[in-house]
């Protein structure tokens, strides 16, 4: 390693990139972003960022890209480093990865996943998850997408998870809403995400009082799909993020829900526990650069 | 290595044990089946049979406890090794494993984990998922259960999975009924498995004709919980075991069945390659011995 690191981050969203460089104990040096347009153009201001940041500071250490999905995260693929079928224009097949090795340095440790994928790594090693091997993010907002972490590593199997499109049962007092959700109408997402919340009720979900009948149902919409998380990848804690999370008043109803709707059925300590067992991020407003820096660590360990 | 190598495996069930001593191409030199009384005569007896053949044939190599659940699969935890809340009489909290190291010898290596997590290590290396590091295996049968490989590592989290449980919504068609499972009603298991099917129909499942309108329900059941476990683990293949599956006329009618509720959302080769995907168990009738098999391997090789 060299005597001064430098990290580089991208987080890469649906409406903006923004792109910092930090030092090695996540001190952010400099900042920018850029609206998501099309790709060339997006990527290359993040290049030229990178490289006047370079030429001012020193050489980055290693770079993370934490990127809007659906995306392939596995270095053996050949595809690995592209975006894959997206609805945003331009963007399907845009090889991400690829670009930042030519605009910088084929020697550049990068790391490429999901912004959700990012965020659990950061969460594990700066947040609300750390010391834990087995964590899962969920981000709440305009869609729902979780990323999770399984032996301490990112989970990718054929990619990464789709978990915010897990089928559910729709309540019997809902049984009328359609969902949001243009695949599967009544997942996870197309019942829970604020899109769904505005569409059920006719008005933005931030602008529901605290008493609206709104939240109890979202509290056992977010339930039943944590029951399902939970069964499935018996998490050690799961954090949950976005914009839906800002009323953090669901938190409690979320935790009494899952208890409820889980049926005694897992007499676990960590789950008995549950004001520890679902929390909130403990990266509240930086959990995107640093889910970049995360990766961009990762990549340097990985190749180290 | 000694020139020579015996691997015990246990396969221990909710009716009997099974014990065996394998060579190392999984040969089976000998076996005994004991039924599952109380746990000191029935650990006892399977004691007693590696104990005989390690005086006839030579020191086991190592031993692998494929065991029901639910149970401690966690080597750091306190209580690992142990057998957890079982409805079983006398079983609750007993320690097979440290039955067996006081029993047998202390440096023996010893795998043990709940009987789908062997099995769908035992697939990885000797039956329908060798060369995949993501894999699911799910038994239907008496009652639902899976496990999941992910990065070529077993899924442990607070415990193992029970993706079983999970819950999903009820088929318009099917509303008056309301599942099997005493903890959640209408999971996966209350709605799919064996006694979900005789429950519903007032027939055994065996006895139901394949043009009877039970398996369109059946396959669509697993279906959607195939869904969500595709959502939530992404693995290469599934594969699926368990009485039920006898009913080998179920795959594909499970195959065009998750096709469809998947909604073209996961545009992956994988899943586009439905025939590959869902399989049958490639240890068919060996499942069980070769799921002990492949602990006991797995454990030499982590001693190692």
């Known amino acids: 390693m060299k005597n001064e690191n430098f990290f580089g981050a991208i987080e890469g969203g649906g409406t903006k990139f923004i792109c910092a460089v930090a030092d090695e104990h996540n001190a952010i040096l400099r900042e920018m972003r850029v609206p998501t347009a099309l790709p060339q153009a997006t990527l290359a201001a993040c290049a030229d960022f990178f490289l006047q940041a370079q030429h001012d500071l020193g050489e980055l250490t290693a770079l993370g890209i934490a990127c809007f999905g659906p995306l392939d995260p596995r270095p053996t693929s050949p595809t690995y480093g592209q975006i894959l079928a997206t609805p945003k224009p331009g963007w399907e097949n845009t090889d991400v990865l690829g670009f930042f090795r030519t605009a ?3 020697h550049l440790p990068i790391g490429f996943d999901t912004d ?5 790594l950061a969460e594990s090693r700066w947040g609300a998850g750390q010391g834990l091997s087995n964590l899962v993010y969920l981000t709440i907002g305009t ?3 979780g990323g999770a972490l399984v032996n301490g590593q990112l989970l990718h199997g054929y990619a990464h998870p789709e978990m915010g499109h897990i089928l559910l049962p729709v309540h019997p007092a ?3 809403f359609k969902g949001v959700c243009p695949f599967h109408g009544t997942c996870l997402e197309g019942l829970a995400s604020g899109p769904a919340i ?5 008005q933005p979900a931030a602008s529901l009082p605290q008493n609206h009948p709104a939240w109890q149902l979202e509290a056992h919409y977010l339930a039943l799909g944590l029951v399902n998380i939970c069964l499935t990848l018996a998490p050690e804690r799961i954090i949950l993020g976005g914009g839906v999370m800002n009323q953090s008043f669901l938190f409690p109803m979320i935790r009494s829900e899952l208890t409820r709707l889980l049926g005694n059925y897992l007499q676990m300590p960590q789950i008995a526990d549950m004001e520890n067992y679902i929390v909130p991020t403990g990266l509240a407003g930086i959990a995107g650069l640093y889910g970049g820096l995360a990766l961009a660590h990762q990549a340097l360990q990985n190749q180290q």
Do not use: F, K, Y
Request: glycine fraction near 10%; hydrophobic fraction near 45%; charged fraction near 20%.
């Open 143 to 145: 869609g729902i997408g």
């Open 104 to 106: 910088l340095s084929t």
């Open 198 to 202: 505005e569409a059920r009720w006719n």
């Open 174 to 176: 809902d049984i009328s």
């Open 116 to 120: 959700v994928d990012a965020a659990v």
